[in-house]
């Protein structure tokens, strides 16, 4: 898969985003708010990777926080700009590091639905925690293994696996372990983790597993 295939994916079905994510029953950006609503505090900075039509900092926006948004479809940005909630959103492909902002720039970074289209995660975690001010939560969704997949590669676990999706595009599902790995390398303390199972589009197949993570950057 091209790393732009889920951009213009995204750029086609933007008008009709929302709604379709009320068909699918997804929530998982509500779940993802309500993980956060704990460490948040109104007036401070949240930075949304990937934001797509604002879906999930919207939420943040209302509890009184100041949004700034990255996506690489312009089509969603539109989308989200008429809901004028955003202090500044911009269009960057967030694939591309270092992300234009300087270090320690936000209290708080969340990433909903997207990183199921990357496979390596580790440069865009990388550069988020530079980017992240001490305490600050990085939360975001990622689509994970089952215990079926696991099994099926024994002793050789990898890092991620990528699959076929009813979506039209393949995605990519990430290991636990290369997760809390990458959390364990940059100093990010896991604070909640919470399974979510989303509708895969498709009635002959599985609904997809998905996780909710919320990291803590150390304030040391």
Known sequence: MKDTDHLKSHDE?????????????????????????????????????????????VHFARFGLEVTGLDGSEAMLNECRKKSFAKEL???????????????????????????????????????????????????????????????????LPDYIETPSAWGISIFKHSDEYIHSIAEELGLTILKEQKVLIDSGDNDTEDILFKVIVMQKNVS
């Open 13 to 57: 079905f933007a008008s009709t985003y929302d709604s379709q994510v009320k068909e699918y029953n997804s929530y998982s950006n509500e779940v993802l708010f309500g993980m956060c609503f704990e460490y948040i505090e109104p007036g401070e900075s949240l930075l949304d990777l990937g934001l797509g039509t604002g879906l999930s900092s």
């Open 90 to 156: 911009k269009r960057h492909n967030i694939q591309q590091v270092p992300l234009p902002y300087l270090d320690r720039t936000f209290s708080h970074i969340i990433c909903c639905g997207v990183f199921h289209f990357f496979g390596n995660l580790l440069l865009i975690i990388k550069d988020s925690f530079r980017i992240l001010q001490p305490g600050g939560i990085f939360a975001f969704t990622f689509a994970a293994q089952t215990a079926k997949e696991k099994e099926s590669f024994s002793e050789n």
